[in-house]
């Protein structure tokens, strides 16, 4: 194994081990509609966009920040313990978990497993992406000025660039913090405040800057840093098996119920699922956070494209309220439907339960990525994304509960649910954002709008919220 044809077989492996896992997860082969689906959505919001008068360099910078946030989160292999995989599939054990049955070192496994994420998520998303891009400029030229099939060539190979850069960073800084959090966090100060101090670009070390001049030095720049990050990060990650330092569990869950109040143990149960499992609470702020910076970069991208002064406080309550489908996710991994079949407790009182741990977790978190960009961005512009933030964040809760149960990683590769679940999201992102970059212009407009978009959104997210359990009690009956 340890030869070339050995690693070369466990690549192999690994990618039929995923395609397996989707098929096992969201039902045979109706994921390998989605790509398609991908390459649709993104060729009718490139030919819209482009009808509006975006421009295409704002579309494409955007296109990099979001890239760049999804290969963050899949670069989070390093919070997915096997507690979560050995509740959706059984008594299984992946390849990356078999460090120790292998005879191969663990930095090696990871490096595979990520080569493998990059190759397979480039087919399935990546490839899409450019080819919805290909088909506007083949099939509409005039809507993406100057943009050919060579460029949208470049487009893949930085995007696909892009995307390992942000899966690399994300398993460094997890592996960082399961040796000291604390160092994480030094790390990220320090690398603010010196880009603060000496006004320098980060964008200069992505290989978004080699899409916007090619060349060898920005070559070197923007690709340089995802070989050092790809090569440290598997050995600062160490295998675990669960949550990291256990207490007294019985203690512990007495008191995170009596906090709730109520005997909460139906709220304090999700709770302490994620504080246990392999991340613990760390990977909501985690996720979050992330979701923050790709906020930050997108509002200095669309400023300076634009020359628009987009509202901060509604752009990040906006991008952070859609980010806490995340928090639902982490709050339902261990969540099996069936199960509750055995205790004498409906299941509205069960997504109550979990409504109330997703509140916990993702309010305070948001509110204070919040708070952090008061140092950058004014107060009172924020402290409309204090409205908003929590608004969305219920209208997002009621859509992902009443449309997906306990099964949020559904909407992943079952493409209908995906549309309509997207439509949904698109329903309140899009005037919210709309109303983010009209606000320097129509300030009293624009804030009425987005403050009533985000009343309506949230009195929506909190009726659907209410009639999720009683909607999946009645499906899961309908199976038995």
Do not use: C
Request: charged fraction near 15%; hydrophobic fraction near 55%.
């Amino acid at each position: 194994m340890t030869s070339a044809s050995g690693h070369a077989r466990l690549f192999r492996r690994m990618l039929v081990e995923e395609y397996r896992l989707h098929g096992e997860l969201f039902g045979g082969g109706r994921f390998l509609a989605f790509p398609a689906f991908v390459t649709v959505v993104v060729a009718g919001g490139t030919y819209l966009l482009g009808l509006s008068g975006t421009d295409v360099g704002a579309i494409v910078a955007g296109l990099h920040a979001l890239v760049l946030f999804f290969g963050l989160q899949v670069g989070t292999i390093g919070l997915v313990g096997r507690d979560a995989m050995r509740d959706a599939l059984g008594d299984v054990t992946l390849l990356v978990f078999s460090a120790r049955t292998l005879p191969i070192s663990w930095p090696r496994l990871l490096a595979t497993f990520l080569v493998k994420d990059l190759v397979y998520y480039a087919a399935f998303f990546l490839t899409p992406i450019a080819l919805g891009f290909g088909a506007v400029a083949v099939l509409a030229p005039g809507q993406l000025a100057g943009f050919g099939i060579p460029t949208v060539g470049l487009l893949w190979l930085t995007t696909t660039g892009t995307f390992a850069l942000g899966a690399a960073a994300s398993l460094a800084l997890v592996g960082l913090a399961t040796r000291s959090r604390v160092l994480v966090f030094g790390i990220v100060a320090v690398a603010t405040a010196a880009t603060l101090a000496t006004g320098f670009d980060p964008v200069t070390l992505t290989p978004y800057a080699f899409y916007g001049a090619p060349g060898l030095a920005t070559a070197i720049a923007g690709f340089g840093p995802i070989v050092v990050v790809g090569a440290v990060g598997p050995f600062l990650l160490t295998p675990t098996e669960g949550g990291g330092r256990r207490r007294r569990r019985s203690d512990r869950y007495a008191t995170v119920r009596d906090r709730l109040g109520r005997g909460d143990g139906l709220a304090a149960r999700p709770l302490l699922e994620v504080a246990r499992s392999s991340g613990s609470v760390w990977k909501v702020a985690f996720s979050l956070g992330v979701l923050f910076a790709v906020t930050a970069l997108l509002l200095d991208r669309v400023g300076a494209a634009t020359g628009l002064e987009p509202s901060a406080g509604i752009a990040f309550g906006t991008l952070l309220g859609l980010g806490t489908f995340t928090t639902y996710n982490w709050v339902t991994q261990l969540d099996d439907t069936a199960e509750y079949l055995r205790v004498p407790v409906s299941m509205s009182a069960v997504f109550a339960g979990k409504r109330r741990a997703f509140f916990a977790l993702a309010l305070p978190t948001g509110l204070a990525y919040l708070a952090l960009g008061s140092l950058w961005y004014p107060p009172v512009d924020l402290a409309l994304g204090v409205v908003v933030f929590p608004l969305a964040t219920v209208y997002v809760h009621g859509l992902t509960a009443y449309l997906t149960g306990l099964s949020p990683n559904e909407l992943l590769f079952d493409t209908r649910l995906f549309a309509v679940f997207g439509g949904g999201l698109a329903a309140l992102a899009v005037p919210l954002l709309v109303a983010a970059l009209a606000v320097e212009r129509a300030p009293l407009l624009a804030t009425g709008v987005a403050v009533g978009v985000a009343v309506l959104a949230a009195s929506i997210g909190a009726l659907l919220g209410a009639r999720a359990g009683d909607r999946w009690a009645r499906r899961l009956r309908a199976r038995l």
